[in-house]
């Protein structure tokens, strides 16, 4: 059941609309961070008149491209729309005001904004205008399809996908090092699809040294937004020959360093394109809940970890890991010196282990990929 300050009996069609609205969401993925995926559908004597989603961050918003869209006279209809219309002016204007100017007779909302400029107002003044509200159809679809959004206008804190491949024992290499490749190439493919949406791809300076990687999303024949790449580099050791350095003009690339760093190398990194932030330290390494919370004030909102054991066990321990992609490749490695997907020191009581929650298995390509939130 659905309402707003009484309840009313959730009907078939509302949700079969609803959902088409979530379908058009997903359509941008990877292109509205920041902002939410949001989907808006304008149906009219039981035909659909106009649909639009939120296509790119900074343009106009799935309310009104519904609108635009439209194919009839929407005075009278009722728009199905997966979040809370705005009513503030941002980088477009407010869409309740839009919605209010086209005579629209029933809006349906699938969720409130958290967005303390939002927050219920919308709502209220859709309202004020007359207009019949009901809010809270597939809330649930709705809060895990905007999950980063919800984390990130809520705390300022981006949400951290940990993706890691491994085999059927937990190696993520041999033990002489060898780590291609661990999984097949759905399994890779899939990994650059995780790349497309997030903003910022992140790796350990060991990660970076061993494996010389471009950190890049390739998606044949698609189009998609580069993340931005980030090195977890204490002492700002990352080689000014190495594939990151050379296309910091074509990727906007940062090096998380400490105070031990030399102000010759920062110098040097700079001056090939790379940004250097200065973060607190914890132990003579990156405190990466400073580098966390210097992503989030910088409009970062989410982050995918691709680095080594060292990497995600201090995420990990300092619980800033909201979920878990494993694909887990079906063979046999061995070795007890073998890496790991996570390191560090570890815990000691197998009590002390972090819970995840499963959320998703399915075969991909050979593999198989467990996903997990925390």
């Not at 039981?46 to 799935?62: D, F, K, T």
């Not at 967005?115 to 895990?144: D, Q, S, Y």
């Not at 992503?295 to 691709?306: H, I, K």
């Amino acid at each position: 059941m659905y309402a707003h300050s009484g309840f009313f009996a959730m009907e078939a069609r509302d949700i079969e609309y609803m959902r088409r609205a979530i379908e058009l969401a997903d359509r941008g993925l990877g292109f509205t961070n920041p902002n939410p995926l949001v989907g808006a559908v304008i149906v009219k004597d039981g035909r659909v008149i106009g649909e639009g989603w939120h296509e790119r961050y900074g343009q106009w918003h799935a309310e009104r491209n519904a609108l635009r869209n439209c194919v009839g006279d929407p005075r009278g209809a009722t728009m199905y729309v997966t979040l809370e219309p705005c009513c503030h002016h941002g980088k477009t204007p407010p869409c309740a005001e839009a919605l209010v100017e086209s005579g629209l007779a029933r809006v349906v909302v699938g969720m409130k904004d958290p967005n303390p400029l939002v927050a219920g107002k919308g709502i209220a003044r859709l309202r004020e205008a007359g207009i019949e509200v009901e809010c809270g159809l597939e809330e649930e679809t709705l809060r895990e399809q905007n999950r980063v959004f919800l984390k990130y206008i809520q705390t300022r804190r981006p949400w951290v996908v940990m993706k890691t491949a491994m085999t059927l024992d937990g190696k993520i290499a041999t033990r002489a090092g060898d780590s291609r490749w661990v999984t097949g190439e759905a399994a890779r493919t899939e990994g650059h699809e995780l790349r497309s949406r997030l903003m910022a791809i992140m790796v350990g300076i060991g990660t970076a040294l061993a494996d010389n990687p471009l950190l890049t999303c390739r998606i044949e024949g698609r189009e998609v937004r580069q993340p931005v790449r980030v090195v977890v580099d204490s002492q700002a050791r990352l080689p000014l020959d190495s594939r990151l350095v050379a296309t910091a003009g074509e990727c906007r690339t940062i090096v998380a360093h400490t105070r031990f760093a030399s102000a010759g190398r920062l110098k040097a990194l700079a001056a090939a394109g790379v940004k250097a932030w200065l973060c607190e330290d914890r132990e003579g390494l990156v405190d990466v809940e400073s580098l966390s919370r210097l992503l989030g004030e910088r409009g970062v909102d989410s982050v995918l970890l691709e680095g080594g054991g060292n990497l995600n066990f201090s995420f990990l321990r300092q619980g800033l890991v909201d979920e878990l992609y494993a694909f887990v490749a079906p063979k046999i490695v061995g070795g007890a010196d073998a890496k790991t997907p996570v390191e560090g020191r570890g815990v000691d009581r197998m009590a002390d282990a972090l819970p995840f929650r499963l959320r998703e298995m399915r075969q991909v390509g050979e593999d198989v990929l467990l996903r997990f939130l925390k």
